[in-house]
């Protein structure tokens, strides 16, 4: 299956701790996205690339975010100093521009992070 | 800033009813908005993708809408089944993606 994948599954931690999440997009896809959901909201943007290029990251990202995208290939998204409100879940979804300018979105299963 | 907003939050239909799910933004300036479903604690599932340029798109028994002028998008989904409840997610791209809150759709046996 050459999907999206992300590992792991479900991550739960200690308050305090560094986790990082892992992000295999379609191989043929230049873009990939970094979203935060919890529960009974929409995705919510965190921040995206363009190849190996980070072209826009939320303000709402607090510092202890941070992720990259070496080679333009998989990603990595890294939570520093985890707060319980960082818990979660973090989607990735990976797409590639069409000659019209259409861009679809292909997500994921997710990474579940519980912070107690 | 473009904002989505997904009405209602929730819906419950009997089964085999046809129902309509509306999406609303405001930034008109998009280049293409994607309807998605999401089961619980699970990733986002493309349902349908309608360019700018478009006015409709259909797969099976969902059919997707684009006013793009008023800013306004509906989802129809035609002979509700149980299968289908789930929650429906739509997302515009103009910079870059945005998604609404979504709606929580339970079909009744």
């Known amino acids: 299956d050459t999907g999206v994948s992300q590992d792991p599954r479900h991550k739960i931690t200690k308050r305090g701790q560094n986790v990082t999440f892992r992000c295999d997009p379609i191989?043929?896809?230049?873009?990939l996205y970094w979203y935060r959901q919890t529960l009974g909201q929409g995705p919510e943007f965190l921040t995206y690339?363009?190849?190996?290029?980070?072209?826009?990251k939320s303000r709402l990202l607090s510092d202890r975010f941070s992720a990259e995208r070496p080679k333009g290939s998989f990603s990595t998204l890294e939570i520093q100093r985890t707060e319980q409100g960082d818990s979660a879940m973090y989607l990735c979804?990976?797409?590639?521009?069409?000659?019209?300018?259409?861009?679809?979105?292909?997500f994921g299963s997710g990474t579940q992070l519980s912070v107690l | 800033k473009q904002e989505v907003t997904q009405i209602p939050a929730a819906l419950s239909v009997p089964e085999g009813e046809n129902l309509v799910l509306n999406c609303s933004f405001t930034?008109?300036?998009?280049?293409?908005l994607q309807w998605f479903r999401q089961d619980p604690g699970k990733g986002l599932t493309s349902l349908l993708l309608?360019?700018?340029?478009?006015r409709e798109q259909t797969s099976g028994r969902l059919n997707a809408s684009l006013d793009k002028s008023s800013g306004r998008s509906t989802l129809y989904i035609a002979a509700s089944q149980p299968g289908d409840s789930a929650t429906y997610l739509c997302?515009?791209?103009?910079?870059?993606?945005?998604f609404g809150k979504g709606t929580r759709l339970h079909i009744l046996p």
């Open positions: 979804a990976s797409s590639t521009l069409d000659r019209g300018d259409n861009e679809k979105l292909f």
């Open positions: 191989s043929e896809h230049n873009r």
């Open positions: 690339f363009q190849n190996e290029a980070q072209l826009e």
């Open positions: 930034d008109s300036a998009i280049y293409n």
């Open positions: 309608i360019q700018s340029s478009q």
């Open positions: 997302a515009v791209r103009d910079d870059k993606i945005i």
